[in-house]
């Protein structure tokens, strides 16, 4: 009887898991296109009974891939920013901090530059240094109104005026984790550091460990739709199979309790 009833705990157990992964290659696929996204993958471990000495099934447990990058892809825009190697920007949302690579960075009608999930991005003024403080871009300079945003692969932030002189904004600088797979993921896009990923190291672009900023760009998702496909193969076929062993030794003691009655 004992061996029957671990059947459907193991049996449930792997079903249940198959259902975790799916859920993991759906969020994938519906985020093939988001940008800045960090894919999600399953890990499986067997379950032992430390007494027993045998496997009870199987647990599953989501990660996301947040050192894992996706390429480099031009756009011609300006406010646009991808990072090329380490790093991510720090970005606020008015009371904590976070980290992200969206780096689609446009002003908002304060000037504010905001990405596309509406954080603020953080900086240095012009001067350099201090405080991180959100970067604006004025409406205009010295009675120049401001035509456009340069921003060079060491952060430096220019405004662009009419008269087609340049004026110094500030400068976007990169946070850099020991471990970015630690850092606590709020969506497929955003996340704060944790005990697990290490202090947030802040520093421009290109010293340290830091990468450097690609203008006019975006990192895309690093999702691969074929696997993905391939893995909602493989997974449909695991839960079948795991369903089928799980109604079997649900008729299997249903007939050896018919026989004890």
């Known amino acids: 009887m004992a061996n029957l009833f671990d059947a ?3 049996s ?31 890990q499986f471990e067997s379950l032992v009974d430390g007494h027993l000495a045998r496997g009870t099934g199987v647990s599953a447990r989501p990660r996301r891939e947040v050192g894992e990058r996706g390429p480099v892809v031009p756009t011609g825009v300006d406010g646009d920013m991808a990072v090329s190697g380490n ?17 689609t960075f446009h002003p908002d009608a304060d000037g504010i530059l905001r990405n596309g999930n509406g954080f603020a991005l953080l900086g240095w003024g012009a001067g350099g240094g201090g405080a991180l403080a959100p970067l604006a871009v004025p409406p205009n300079v010295g009675g120049s109104a401001v035509a456009s945003v340069r921003i060079a692969g060491d952060g430096k932030v220019s405004a662009i005026l009419e008269n087609g002189q ?24 955003v996340f704060r550091a944790t005990p697990a990923s290490g202090d947030v190291a802040v520093q421009a672009p290109g010293s340290g460990a830091a990468g450097l900023l690609v203008s006019g760009a975006l990192e895309a998702s ?32 249903d007939k050896l309790l018919d026989i004890k009655s």
């Open 12 to 42: 449930e157990s792997g079903a249940r898991g198959a259902a975790v992964r799916q859920s993991a290659v759906a969020d994938n696929v519906a985020n093939a296109g988001t940008v800045g996204y960090r894919r999600v993958d399953v």
């Open 8 to 10: 459907l705990r193991i």
């Open 166 to 189: 340049s004026e110094p904004i500030g400068t976007v600088p990169l946070a850099t984790v020991a471990n970015p797979n630690g850092l606590d993921a709020l969506t497929g896009t």
């Open 222 to 253: 690093p999702v691969n739709l074929d696997e993905e496909l391939v893995t909602q193969v493989v997974n449909q076929t695991s839960y079948a199979a795991n369903l089928r062993a799980l109604v079997t030794a649900s008729r299997m003691t």
């Open 87 to 103: 790093g991510f920007f720090v970005v606020t949302d008015g009371q904590d901090r976070f980290l992200t690579r969206v780096g």
